[in-house]
């Protein structure tokens, strides 16, 4: 079962404008959410994250939100830079176990 | 180096011989995970170490699978009788504990390719 879904395969954006990636998840037992972005060739690199005491967390150009109630989450990038083009990974695990469960991963291709 | 080390890059077998995949973490790093890619998926959980015990085996997809890391640091993933469903990246990672819960450190990944 999928408990981390990415339901967006790809996404195709104007540099300077803003990018928003969504995610959706099933365990009610998850309780720290995570952005990984990758470039090909390359492991994932963790990006951001949010605690499920928050709705949400901000890094720069980054933010992520996250709605528990929907069981969603989504990662804000403004602006949108070419070198964001990667793939970006949700992912989920519950705090004290560190099982880190990932999602299918949204390529990003921001267009100059 | 100070990432995490994976040898070798790339493997190319054939189906029912035995592969070893190794990983040398970050130093320090007490936690070691396993996860296996496959062509337009996310990273897949195999197994996770805290220190030399396996903590969390419940991703290996069954016995021809296992993994070891006898003194807390180096780990190797061995993969006996491949398939060619084997064929995918098996990414090594490794983590602090505890500062950012979820927060893995990857190394680039060994790509398996089984004929």
């Known amino acids: 079962d999928q408990q981390v879904k990415q339901n967006s395969p790809s996404l195709s954006v104007q540099e300077g404008r803003i990018s928003i990636l969504n995610c959706d998840y099933t365990?009610?037992?998850?309780?720290?959410f995570l952005w990984y972005k990758k470039y090909p060739a390359e492991g994932p690199t963790f990006l951001i994250s949010?605690?499920?005491?928050?709705d949400k967390n901000e890094d720069g150009r980054f933010t992520v939100f996250l709605n528990k109630s929907a069981k969603h989450l989504s990662l804000h990038i403004v602006p949108s830079q070419p070198g964001d083009s990667a793939v970006y990974f949700c992912?989920?695990?519950?705090?004290?176990?560190?099982?880190?469960?990932f999602g299918t991963g949204t390529k990003l291709q921001v267009i100059p | 180096g100070a990432g995490v080390s994976q040898t070798p890059s790339n493997k190319v077998t054939e189906k029912g011989k035995y592969v070893e995949l190794r990983c040398d973490p970050i130093s320090g790093h007490t936690a070691l995970y396993w996860y296996r890619q496959s062509l337009g998926q996310g990273p897949e959980f195999l197994i996770y170490f805290q220190g030399t015990g396996a903590a969390d085996d419940s991703g290996l997809p069954n016995d021809r699978f296992f993994a070891v890391r006898p003194e807390g640091s180096v780990s190797t993933l061995k993969i006996q009788r491949t398939e060619r469903g084997d064929s995918a990246v098996y990414l090594c990672a490794s983590s602090a504990g505890g500062a950012v819960p979820g927060e893995l450190f990857f190394g680039e990944g060994s790509r398996l390719t089984v004929l």
């Open positions: 949010i605690s499920s005491i928050k």
């Open positions: 365990n009610s037992m998850f309780d720290y």
């Open positions: 992912a989920a695990c519950s705090g004290g176990y560190q099982k880190v469960t």
